[in-house]
């Protein structure tokens, strides 16, 4: 148990739709990184925010947002969705945000859009 | 473009063998982190090396990082069924910025 929690752990919705997922870093951690998992691409880093500040921004498409709350807990929103996003969607903590820190990953949210 | 190019990309082996898997990229890192996934379940960090030349040790695994620090190489002794997972490297660079992660190596290790 890395510490890190995720809800939900699996969701179903149609295109078209949106949904929230949410992440609770672990006790302490500042840093909220956001990640998806898919078969042909791998891990691919989305956003990452540090102390309810916008830090660094990845391959995170536009019809996808997130934000970091007071309680350092972050949602990632997804909206519009295609089939193309289902995937396996993880948010990691750190304590700060550098490179070389440790990130404790979460068990995940399966999206599957159909 | 895929940044840490990771091979093999499957490798299944006997118990008791041992074997090499590499990560490779043509870009500097300040850091690089290997992990294991098990199916269902978030990548869990092994080793972080930061270090042109360093090599790191955890007990049967022997993880390097290249002097360049483009690439690295985990070395795994004597596998054990336990060793079977997904294993990521995973390049972090100076600043603020997530991971860039290779694809992985399923391995597999035969009772």
């Known amino acids: 148990d890395s510490g890190v929690t995720q809800t939900p752990k699996h969701l179903i919705t149609a295109t078209g739709q949106r949904v929230t997922l949410r992440c609770s870093p672990r006790s302490g951690d500042l840093s909220v990184y956001w990640y998806q998992q898919s078969l042909d691409q791998g891990l691919q880093f989305l956003i990452q925010y540090y102390n309810g500040e916008e830090r660094a921004k990845g391959n995170i498409l536009e019809r996808f947002s997130a934000q970091q709350f007071p309680d350092l807990h972050s949602e990632l929103n997804l909206s519009s969705l295609e089939l193309g996003d289902s995937a396996l969607y993880f948010c990691a903590s750190s304590v700060v945000a550098e490179p070389t820190d440790t990130q404790y990953f979460g068990p995940g949210t399966r999206l599957t859009v159909l | 473009t895929q940044l840490l190019e990771q091979s093999p990309q499957f490798l299944s082996i006997q118990e008791g063998e041992n074997l090499t898997v590499y990560c490779n990229s043509s870009s500097v890192f300040s850091s690089l982190q290997w992990y294991r996934q098990e199916p269902g379940e978030g990548p869990v960090l092994l080793v972080t090396?930061?270090?042109?030349?360093e090599v790191k040790k955890l007990k049967r695994l022997t993880f390097q990082f290249g002097d360049a620090r483009k690439d690295s190489s985990l070395h795994i002794t004597a596998a054990q069924p336990g060793d079977t997972g997904l294993y990521l490297c995973a390049g972090g660079r100076g600043g603020a910025d997530g991971l860039t992660f290779g694809k992985g190596t399923h391995l597999i290790i035969q009772p």
């Open positions: 090396v930061v270090t042109g030349g």
